[in-house]
Nanobody, 123 residues
Framework: QVQLVESGGGLVQAGGSLRLSCAASGRTWSSYTMGWFRQAPGKDREFVAAIGWSGGSTYYADSVKGRFTISRDNAKNTVYLQMNSLKPEDTAVYYC????????????????WGQGTQVTVSS
């Protein structure tokens, strides 16, 4: 069992930055692929970024590539999403997720989810 708790969301102006954190618990957490997804009102949940268990492999959605960076610190049981050059279209609830399998952009590949944290970018 893995439990995930996101934090770090908030209100920021366009062009600003935020860093989201996802605190994980569970004996085998460090062996999981971790992902970030987001869901805007009235839209489906979409993939943002993912990182392999060792941190050596990462993958990003085209919409955030070059602006967002995913990282993990297995010693601290935490995954991060550094978000720079934020745009109003980045406004959404951001979710952290854990998968037993390899990197994936598909929501159904992830076994555990956090409760989400709101990110609002004003223009």
């Amino acid at each position: 069992q893995v439990q995930l708790v996101e934090s770090g969301g908030g209100l920021v102006q366009a062009g600003g930055s935020l860093r989201l954190s996802c605190a994980a618990s569970g004996r085998t957490w460090s062996s999981y692929t971790m992902g970030w997804f987001r869901q805007a009102p009235g839209k489906d949940r979409e993939f943002v970024a993912a990182i392999g268990w060792s941190g050596g492999s990462t993958y990003y959605a085209d919409s955030v590539k070059g602006r967002f960076t995913i990282s993990r610190d297995n010693a601290k049981n935490t995954v991060y999403l550094q978000m720079n050059s934020l745009k109003p279209e980045d406004t959404a609830v951001y979710y952290c997720a854990a998968a037993r399998g390899p990197l994936s952009i598909i929501t159904t590949a992830y076994d555990y989810w956090g409760q989400g944290t709101q990110v609002t970018v004003s223009s």
